[in-house]
């Protein structure tokens, strides 16, 4: 079974703090994935990643970076958290482009 | 006009019953097609993949119409546990790929 995992399942962070959301993969997929999900909107694709070191920009990705390091491992980061950003964090990872993601539990973050 | 579009629901049925779920799609480099579960503050599962031939799993089954550019989701003998949103998924390609999530559709499985 893929089995995709992330630092935090709940997070509470002050305004302006630099918050990192940390996603791992144990399936060696070339691909992963960011989205946050927020009611009424679905699913939105912050970043992803096709490789080591490389990442490609989303729908959505003002106020956030990526780092992929390593193959199993996708972080996110909020430069500066804003209260705009109080939202589920998914990450996915897929084994080639054109086949299922598999998500990880999720990250909600609050940012008061 | 979205690119992947779903009746949201929600569907309220009984259990036992038989449900089903349309989702169309408006771009032709559509190459893959998905369902995906997600329970309330869940992540979304996967829960198939849809092939142009149609597809069991058990109760549900998943049906491809490329004419007519949607991909449907029967489910049957629903269960309680059957409660959750199903969402549509489609890979189009361009250039690279591109993955595109439905709304969802929200199902109620009543005693």
């Known amino acids: 079974d893929v089995k995709v995992t992330q630092s935090s399942r709940y997070l509470v962070k002050r305004t302006g703090e630099k918050v990192f959301l940390e996603c791992v993969q144990d399936?060696?997929?070339?691909?992963m994935f960011w989205y946050r999900q927020d009611p009424g909107l679905g699913l939105r694709l912050i970043y992803f990643?096709?490789?080591?070191?490389?990442?490609e920009k989303g729908d959505i990705p003002e106020g956030y970076s990526v780092s992929r390091e390593k193959k199993e491992r996708f972080s996110l980061i909020l430069e500066s958290a804003s209260t705009n950003q109080t939202s589920m964090y998914l990450c996915?990872?897929?084994?080639?482009?054109?086949?299922?993601?598999?998500f990880g539990p999720g990250t909600r973050l609050t940012v008061t | 006009r979205k690119e992947v579009e779903q009746d949201p629901g929600p569907f309220n049925v009984p259990e036992g019953a038989t449900v089903a779920f349309n989702c169309t799609y408006s771009?032709?480099?559509?190459?893959?097609f998905f369902w995906y579960r997600q329970d309330c503050r869940k992540e979304p599962k996967l829960l198939m993949s849809v092939y142009s031939s149609g597809n069991e799993d058990g109760r549900f089954t998943a049906q491809l119409n490329r004419a007519s550019q949607y991909i449907s989701l029967l489910i049957r003998d629903s269960k309680l546990s059957d409660s959750a949103t199903y969402l549509c998924v489609v890979n189009i390609r361009t250039g690279g790929f591109k993955t595109i999530f439905g709304a969802g559709t929200r199902l109620f499985v009543k005693a």
């Open positions: 990643s096709y490789d080591v070191k490389m990442k």
């Open positions: 996915a990872s897929q084994i080639t482009p054109g086949y299922g993601q598999y």
């Open positions: 771009n032709s480099a559509s190459q893959s």
């Open positions: 399936m060696d997929h070339e691909n």
